[in-house]
């Protein structure tokens, strides 16, 4: 069902109105008697109420948003066959995949949970990589406490960066709105629900040409597991400080025109694509926030 963001602000606005011009008309009946200047008074004053709680709630909305947004993903090695969060994994799907993508010439970088992890949520990802480092797979394992929404079992994330600057990703999730506000300002997103890893793999290689042509950049090679951490950081840095210039109202109205008209495929605009001036592998290294924790971390996590 759709969240209806902005109808809840306005009706609590609403409500909130009614409720102060109910009482203050009642008070001041009984105290000083009514006059027609003064329930002018009171109307005035109750819509100002009725505005400010509006703005208290938008307000709470675009801080609960920002703060949301984690300021340094980390991924965490996680030794095959172990629990993670306290749930079992599919330690077996990972390797007969593991298989057919060694067949297409990848190779298993290794297994690894993210931190921090979503409330009420436990997975971890088996991520591949072809000899060159051009393309990124991930086959994710998720269990999801109360999962209402079908977003547990075993699913696919294939990801390139064209110029080494825009995030072409290809994944059988679907694209939700947490999705359409966290996407990076140069993030390519083309979702394929139900798809199989080799489907997946077949149209990440369209996907990627098609920005290709359009953004005159090539695929940049040696996207290691680091650098793909680095990359979804900088697009949750960028989403933080877009939102948090927005109004909570404004977020409210994203989100219910989201909701309203679902998208499969994320994209800058086409417009943004020939200005841009490819970057390199080390720019991207030296954006590495040394406060942080580091984006791969070789510890063991779970429990």
Known sequence: MPLQLRKAIMRNAFVNAVLCFA?????????????????????VLSAGAGLAGAWQIARRIRAGVVQSIPAALSYVRVAPGQQVGG?????????????QLASRGFHRIGDYTVEPMAAGVAGVAACF????????????????????????????????????????????????????????????????????????LSRHGQVVARVCRRSGMAV?????????????????????????AMSGFAI??????????????????????????????AEIDAAADLAAPPPVIDGAAGG
């Open 87 to 99: 749930a079992d994994m599919d330690w077996g799907a990972f390797d007969d995949y593991a298989v």
């Open 129 to 200: 990589s072809d000899a060159d480092g051009s393309t990124l797979v991930e086959v994710q394992c998720l269990r999801v406490a109360n999962d209402v929404q079908g977003v547990g079992g075993i699913h696919f994330s294939v990801a390139s960066l064209v110029g080494g600057r825009i995030r072409v990703t290809t994944t059988d999730h679907p694209v939700r709105v947490a999705n359409f506000l966290l996407c990076g300002e140069l993030d390519v997103v083309a979702s394929v629900p139900g798809a199989s890893l080799m489907e997946l």
């Open 220 to 244: 940049t090679p040696g996207l290691t597991l680091q650098r793909y951490v680095l990359l979804q950081r900088e697009a949750a840095r960028q989403a933080r400080e877009r939102l948090a």
């Open 23 to 43: 009482g203050s008309l009642a008070l001041a009946g009984f105290l000083w008697g009514l006059s027609v200047p003064g329930v002018a008074w009171l109307l």
């Open 252 to 281: 409210a109205t994203l989100v219910d025109d989201f909701e309203a008209a679902p998208q499969s495929q994320l994209a800058p605009a086409k417009s943004l694509m020939p200005g841009l001036v490819a970057r390199g592998m």
